[in-house]
């Protein structure tokens, strides 16, 4: 600021600045001699402001720590300060000129007394309690909505995949989730997460393909203060910091260009990472999971997926299998999906009629379960409170069972054995599971409902 600047300031304005009771300021200069005192200060000091001026600070308080900061040149903030019986909370302030040199110190208040101070960390405290409670609500949140039970299904590929996804949660491997678009990666990825010891720590989700190339650097590994045109001048913590001690979830990783799969390689391998424009390279304790619906040996192949990186996270590998290979699991899937639309909207369906079942079975699902639970969403708002029939389904899913129907026909025995197991499957859906309910809804004994599921490998966990 120059002194052409501060002549235009007006004295009595500058007066107010120093001498309010606010901040109560003590100036001296480079040899500890007084220059000002705050007249709210006089009584602190048991002197006046004219006898003050001029002494040394040693004279007025031999205790004094203004002369440490001369020396130092350090900042002093929020220290105790006690003198003839007054207790405060100050800031002892080091003053430089224009080229840096230090010409004083400013003695500040910060808290007239502790018991001030002790307010404040009461409701520091208390906030902090608030915060740490709301956390723990949002963990069970996360936790009831990504576990493996929402990982719904019981057929033989699926149970395979949660095996392997609770085996992988018991350590802290990268672990490789590969499956078609749609199949539910992520949830498993979150369910991983939440059977892992890192369950109480953050889980950051990336999604690779959606981060573009000039900016991938500064997303996963952060930037410093003014790195570049547009950055924040305070700086930002990357994806992998925010993920310190807890999980990075590198979802489709296979989009990720070459020239970024060698810097990602390297932070995974090292454990650092170093922030855009940054000197100081900082050790992260992290965990990785990623997931592609790419075949990444095939990119190999191409040379368009390094080796070393996929080897580095396939260290541990599940694949969730698309839905057309676990017809099974549509029935008690669907009802799943419609038992969640019921939590939101108490009016949806409770009933999917068989002949919009079998549809929903004989459908191929090329969006696996996602498009299915975005069918289920329309059918629910047409069908309203009645069950879902097959004239609410959309017209791909319906002439796909009217095409399977000009195949050739199957016996009597093929048909009954079809119908007795879609009924199964779908008073178990009903039912959530429970196989008592089930076998009431079918009308049946209990004995008799595991009769069958056994003769029509229905599988009933």
């Known amino acids: 600021m120059s002194d052409s600047f501060i002549e235009a300031i007006p004295s009595e304005l500058l007066s107010a600045l120093l001498d309010n009771p606010y901040e109560s300021q003590i100036l001296v200069d480079k040899d500890g001699i007084v220059r000002f005192l705050s007249s709210y200060n006089e009584a602190f000091y048991g002197t006046t402001r004219s006898e003050a001026i001029g002494r040394h600070i040693l004279d007025l308080n031999p205790d004094s720590e203004l002369g440490r900061v001369l020396e130092t040149g350090k900042a002093e903030i929020g220290r105790f300060f006690q003198f003839q019986g007054h207790e405060r909370f100050i800031a002892r302030l080091p003053l430089r000129d224009p080229q840096g040199n230090i010409v004083g110190v400013a003695g500040k208040l910060m808290f007239r007394d502790a018991e001030t101070v002790r307010n404040l960390m009461r409701q520091i405290e208390i906030m902090e309690s608030k915060l740490s409670y709301y956390e723990q609500e949002l963990r069970q949140v996360h936790r009831r909505r990504y576990t493996l039970d929402r990982f719904v299904g019981e057929s033989k590929l699926m149970q395979e995949a949660k095996k392997a996804a609770a085996q992988a949660a018991s350590s802290d491997m990268p672990v490789l989730i590969s499956g078609e678009t749609g199949t539910g990666k992520e949830v498993l990825a979150h369910a991983i997460h939440q059977l892992s ?37 305070r700086g930002k913590p990357g994806k992998f910091e925010l993920a310190d001690k807890g999980t990075i979830f590198l979802d489709e ?17 090292d454990r650092v990472v170093e922030r855009v424009g940054g000197r100081k390279p900082v050790r992260l304790d992290f965990r990785v999971l990623a997931a592609t619906n790419r075949d990444l040996k095939k990119m190999m192949a191409r040379g368009e997926f390094r080796k070393d990186l996929y080897y580095r996270l396939n260290i541990f590998s599940i694949h969730v299998p698309p839905l057309r290979e676990t017809r099974a699991d549509i029935p008690r899937l669907a009802y799943h999906l419609l038992s969640l639309l019921r939590k939101d909207h108490r009016d949806a369906p409770r009933r999917i009629d068989p002949q919009a079942m079998k549809c929903l079975e004989s459908f191929d699902w090329p969006g696996n379960v996602r498009e299915l639970q975005n069918v289920v969403e329309r059918a629910s708002v047409l069908a309203g409170e009645g069950p879902i029939l097959a004239e609410h389904l959309p017209e791909e899913v319906r002439a796909h069972e009217a095409a399977m129907m000009l195949e050739d026909p199957r016996t009597l025995r093929e048909e009954v054995a079809a119908a007795e197991r879609s009924a199964i499957q779908r008073a178990l859906g009903l039912a ?3 196989r008592s309910e089930a076998a009431r809804l079918l009308g049946i004994h209990r004995t008799g409902l595991y009769q069958k599921m056994r003769r029509h490998g229905v599988d009933g966990r």
Request: proline fraction near 9%.
């Open 432 to 434: 959530e599971g429970n």
């Open 253 to 269: 990783v296979g989009e990720l260009p070459l020239p970024m799969q060698v810097k990602l390689l390297r932070v995974i391998q």
């Open 197 to 233: 010891r890192r369950r109480d720590r953050p889980l950051v989700c990336v999604n690779c393909a959606s981060i573009p190339q000039e900016l991938f650097e500064s997303e996963l590994f952060g930037y410093e203060a003014g790195a570049f045109t547009g950055a924040s001048p």
